[in-house]
T-cell receptor, first 111, second 119 residues
Framework: DVVMTQSPLSLPVTLGQPASISCRSS???????????LIWFHQRPGQSPRRLIY???NRDSGVPDRFSGSGSGTDFTLQISRVEADDVGVYYC????????FGGGTKVEIK | EVQLVESGGGLVQPGGSLRLSCAASGFTFSGFYMTWVRQSPGKGLEWVANINQDGSEEYYADSVKGRFTISRDNAKNSLYLQMNSLRAEDTALYYC?????????FGEGGQGTLVTVSA
């Protein structure tokens, strides 16, 4: 199975400041069709996860442009340009190239 | 918007059975793979099973293979998960999601359905 490793586990951030979450996979996520199926989700307490980014860098409809995804191969990053209070919660990466596995999550909280 | 509402969870003894349901709306249900994902208390997310558009192909995580069965009723826009021979380690919040492996997304408003396996 492909192992997805996120860091950090916990990320205290200051409102208005940038934040960055790393996700590394145990093997390349480039599919034979040329796409890379790496998704980012955000989960608030008591809610189902919400998809933010698909195929590495494509924002879902309604997702603010302060969220951006980047990376290739085995190394991926979710960046928040200016953190807002509504951004707290747990962020998960997920790969869909070699079946499905999720990262362990990164908890974002306000300092 | 994609709406997925799960139901059917509850407290069950080890070895028991439960059937989960997911009511879908806001999209053409018959046009998508559908998936069950679970989240153990305080833990991360785990893919459980998925099913193709017409229900002819099913795939399962090794941890549930032979015990769980995924199915769907496109006429009712509904997804199901029959869970047999339940174990303590199956205790989790179960979510349904639209899509297969490459395009998974969860619905708005769904809060999952809690399955607790305990004597």
């Amino acid at each position: 199975d492909v192992v997805m490793t996120q860091s950090p586990l916990s990320l205290p951030v200051t409102l208005g400041q940038p934040a960055s979450i790393s996700c590394r996979s145990s093997q390349s996520l480039e599919h034979r069709d040329g796409n890379t199926y790496l998704i980012w989700f955000h989960q608030r307490p008591g809610q189902s996860p919400r998809r933010l980014i698909y195929k590495v860098s494509n924002r879902d409809s309604g997702v603010p442009d302060r969220f951006s995804g980047s990376g290739s191969g085995t190394d991926f990053t979710l960046q928040i340009s200016r953190v807002e209070a509504d951004d707290v919660g747990v962020y998960y990466c997920m790969q869909g190239t070699h079946w499905v596995t999720f990262g362990g999550g990164t908890k974002v909280e306000i300092k | 918007e994609v709406q997925l509402v799960e139901s059917g969870g509850g407290l069950v003894q080890p070895g028991g059975s439960l059937r989960l349901s997911c009511a879908a709306s806001g999209f053409t249900f018959s046009g998508f793979y559908m998936t069950w994902v679970r989240q153990s208390p305080g833990k991360g997310l785990e893919w459980v099973a998925n099913i193709n558009q017409d229900g002819s192909e099913e795939y399962y995580a090794d941890s549930v293979k032979g015990r769980f069965t995924i199915s769907r009723d496109n006429a009712k826009n509904s997804l199901y998960l029959q869970m047999n021979s339940l174990r303590a380690e199956d205790t989790a919040l179960y979510y349904c999601a639209r899509g297969g492996t490459m395009d998974l997304c969860f619905g708005e408003g769904g809060q999952g359905t809690l399955v607790t396996v305990s004597a």
